[in-house]
């Protein structure tokens, strides 16, 4: 018997986590849903006030990172948070599956499964309003020229995918979520309660901790020299996209193995 | 037919000899300023029920959680069947059968909850399972949620000896159940305890179970103060009422008429084991115990 | 099975097999219940009753027969009865014995009050 990974036994796992996990997580979701389709009732344009749509439309993004960074950091931080209860914890502990497993188990529910679903669900909410808004489009008549029409409006997955700038911060930007369950998930193990406000509390202090170190640093480096402006500030942006992409996977990589580590030596 | 026998009486001979527990010099404690076993060591095969006694605080639980490992000790070596519990591989974890005290149940039916777990357990047996549902009066298509402290506990433990587990630990399992649950239990466990199998039970209650357990563990000042069968105790010593105390006497509480007293067993009487007198009197006059039980 | 204080459990469940074959309820070269099986019913370890059918064993009350089981011995009864001839001697009779002496007991009263005893339990 291989006792760091069985694809059975995983399936298993993943099955028998559900049982106790999918409950509050499909509520959760039910209340996302909830959520966006109430911001998209009353932001969406009505006859009189807009005449372009995506001009409009533009509080889709802050929505949808919002409420997106709520979601998955809830749900990631709910996950070991059972292992805080000892009668739980020893359940869980006592399960014939690997700490691995248990632990491959956290990131398909929080990484993955929450990630994938929030996408579906807020590509699928705003399709429909979208659809919606353009079904409607006779009705949406400019002032003064009644005989044209309005622009349609489009989707937010179109919106992002034929604007070049757009796809580009999309794709540099795509370990973020990951970074934030990641984040999350070894919040969960590590404390054992109100693992969400401290786990906050303990990003803030190291964000401004950090903010505060590189400022400092960079200060001191930079005394008495004269910033010069210079060609390529193209190519200076691109490296910082890619040098965000690069360092977000790699602090997200760090934190999920520090969670393994913390759940190996998790004690009841 | 000689063949036969003589494989027989090998396999009867690895069976009880090979020791299922291996503890050797153990250090353990919550703070290191307070150790809770120091240096201890000990050995538990199968085919016996153990029965883990002790005062509150002297480390019952935190034996059996490392045993199972949920804890971990500061150093010193315990294997479980050639495994370290402390690693939680799945192979062993599948061979443990481990009734907390505290313990958690998800709010779903018996038959989704068995759905979801019995799987891990490649020796799960279904129909054991559901006869002891039945030796428990538990309805099978109950929700956990519904079932008062009692019941959920006979529930953990039925599906624990379903899983054909080979060590089965039990902290405090007669606590929450009412007196006929009481008598099913001892029933339901004299019928668990197979050749291959180790239950090792700790209690407070020795007046439940004091028959169902074959030797005695019982933990003071951070080590073992006593291992011995029940059959090695009442050889060496003799639990009976007497009226009048005298030298030969170790250790004796008043009772109604007399006194309950332990003493050397010099005259070869088969008494029957006090647990509770011996608990005591273990507790009170250690340094006399400790030549007859090397 | 309600279990006395003062006697080693294996040796009051060597009783209870007595007691069952001396009234004829386990007659002889019949089966007895496994060594689990009494075990449930006692409420009992079965290392407890493995010790009591070793010992009936040994007084030639049962015996084993490999793989099936144990099983009455065919002069059970009377080696029951001897066994607990033995018993009652060494054990009971010093007792019976102290108090005659100490409440000054004539053989003669002894003998008389027997002799009613039997009379009205036994119809002898």
């Not at chain 2, 919550?30 to 605080?57: A, D, E, T, V």
């Not at chain 2, 006979?154 to 080979?166: D, N, V, W, Y």
């Not at chain 2, 008429?257 to 006059?285: C, Q, R, T, W």
């Not at chain 3, 040796?11 to 449930?40: F, M, N, T």
């Amino acid at each position: 018997m291989n006792n760091t990974f069985n694809i059975n036994r995983f399936g298993l796992l993943l099955k028998r986590q559900w049982l106790d996990f999918g409950k509050i997580y499909l509520i959760s979701l039910l209340v996302v849903a909830g959520v966006l389709i109430g911001f998209y009732f009353w932001n969406t344009p009505s006859l009189i006030k807009y005449k372009n749509f995506n001009n409009v439309m533009q509080f889709r993004y802050g929505l949808f990172l919002t409420l997106g960074f709520i979601f998955i950091s809830v749900v990631a931080s709910s996950y070991f948070a059972l292992l805080g209860q000892k009668a739980r914890a020893t359940l869980e502990l006592m399960t014939p599956a690997s700490t691995f497993e248990k632990f491959l188990g956290g990131v398909f529910y929080t990484a993955i499964i929450s990630v994938a679903t929030y996408l579906v669900l807020f590509y699928v909410i705003d399709l429909s309003f979208v659809k919606y808004i353009n079904a409607h489009l006779t009705e949406f008549k400019l002032d003064g020229d009644n005989n044209s029409l309005v622009k349609p409006a489009e989707s937010i997955t179109a919106d992002i995918l034929n604007d070049e700038n757009h796809l580009k911060y999309f794709l540099h930007f795509i370990a973020v979520p990951f970074l934030i369950t990641s984040i999350f998930l070894l919040g969960s193990v590590y404390f054992n309660r109100f693992h969400y406000i401290k786990t906050a509390i303990s990003v803030m202090i190291f964000s401004g901790v950090a903010t505060y170190v590189t400022y400092k640093t960079a200060s001191i480096l930079t005394q008495g020299l004269v910033y010069v402006h210079h060609e390529g500030n193209q190519n200076n942006r691109d490296s910082t996209l890619l040098f965000i992409l690069l360092i977000t996977s790699a602090l997200t990589l760090i934190f999920w193995t520090i969670a393994y580590i913390r759940l190996k030596e998790k004690e009841v | 037919m000689e063949v036969i026998k003589t494989n027989y009486t090998l396999v009867y001979y690895l069976t009880n000899t090979v020791g299922m527990i291996k503890i050797n010099n153990l250090n353990f404690g919550y703070s290191k300023h307070k150790p809770l076993f120091k240096n201890m060591s000990m050995q538990l095969s199968n085919g016996h029920i153990y029965g883990l006694l002790g005062k509150n605080g002297a480390g019952k639980s935190s034996l059996l959680k490392n045993l199972a490992g949920l804890v971990y000790a500061q150093s010193g070596t315990l294997e479980v069947m050639g495994f370290t519990p402390a690693k939680r591989q799945p192979a062993l974890l599948e061979q443990i059968c481990f009734i907390p005290e505290e313990f958690y149940l998800p709010s779903v039916k018996i038959d989704s909850y068995v759905k979801a777990n019995a799987p891990f357990y490649k020796n799960f047996n279904h129909s054991y399972f559901f006869e002891l549902l039945k030796e428990f009066d538990i309805p099978a298509n109950n929700k956990l949620i519904d079932m008062s402290y009692g019941q959920k506990k006979k529930f953990i433990i039925a599906f624990g000896l379903a899983t054909e587990a080979k060590l089965v630990i039990m902290d405090e399992p007669t606590n929450g159940l009412d007196i006929p649950s009481k008598a099913q239990f001892r029933k339901i466990m004299a019928s668990a305890l197979t050749d291959d199998r180790c239950i090792i039970i700790s209690t407070h209650q020795v007046r439940d179970l004091d028959n169902l357990i074959d030797t005695v563990i019982m933990l003071d000042e951070n080590d073992v103060a006593l291992k011995a069968s029940v059959e090695e105790i009442t050889n060496k010593l003799t639990f009976k009422k007497v009226k009048e105390l005298d030298e030969s006497i170790i250790y004796a509480e008043p009772s109604l008429s007399g006194y309950n007293a332990v003493m050397p067993n010099y005259h070869n009487e088969d008494s029957k084991l006090d647990m509770e007198l011996l608990f005591n009197a273990i507790l009170a006059e250690k340094i006399k115990f400790k030549p007859l039980f090397n | 099975m309600e279990f006395r204080d003062n006697k080693a459990i294996y040796l009051q469940i060597a009783d209870y097999v007595c007691e069952h074959i001396l009234l004829g309820k386990w007659k002889a070269d019949e089966k007895v219940p496994s060594v689990r099986e009494l075990a449930v019913e006692m409420e009992v370890n079965p290392n407890t009753v493995m010790r009591t059918y070793e010992l009936l064993q040994n007084k030639n009350i049962i015996n084993n027969k490999r793989g099936i089981g144990f099983f009455v011995d065919e002069n059970a009864t009377e080696h029951v009865k001897t066994y607990r001839k033995i018993q009652f001697i060494d054990d009971e009779l010093p007792v019976v014995f102290r108090n005659i002496y100490l409440l000054n007991i004539g053989f003669d009263e002894l003998e008389a009050k027997y002799k009613t005893f039997v009379k009205e339990n036994f119809n002898a």
